[in-house]
């Protein structure tokens, strides 16, 4: 069975790589699916963060690393997939991941969004919180892959 994982993962935090090495076990293929959305500006280009997924899953087989641009579904089309996978990390993730659940099956019956819980030690994270810690010079080796690290450390000119 395959599973297509999207986000922008700007940063991959360790919560996503959770979902990514639970999905692989579960389903024995994953395709994350990088977002290229033009309307943002990413702390990353969409090469360097197809890179730290790569480098940060190398452990794993099963393993496919896209890019997207546009409708989660026609990725899901073109990418094959069974399933669509979203990660929960509190309620509060719910609301708007049941949304857009919702949204996908309207356009796209033929995929259904599964849920998987982060890990309670992840539910936490979230990009945009890594790198708030990371612009001010915190510690943020229990966040996200070393790769990662290094790479919001050299970002952030706090090398």
Known sequence: MRVLYPGSFDPLTLGHLDLIERANSLFGEVVVAVLKNPDKTPSFPLEQRISQITESTQHLTGIEIIEFEGL???????????????????????????????????????FETIFLATQAHHSFLSSSVVKEVARYGGNISHMVPSVVAKDLIRLFNHE
Do not use: K, P, W
């Open 72 to 110: 989660t579904v026609r990725c899901a089309a073109e990418s094959r997939v069974d399933l669509i996978l979203r990660g929960l990390r509190a309620m509060s993730d719910f609301e708007y991941e049941l949304q857009i659940a919702h949204t996908n099956r309207s356009l796209a019956a033929d």
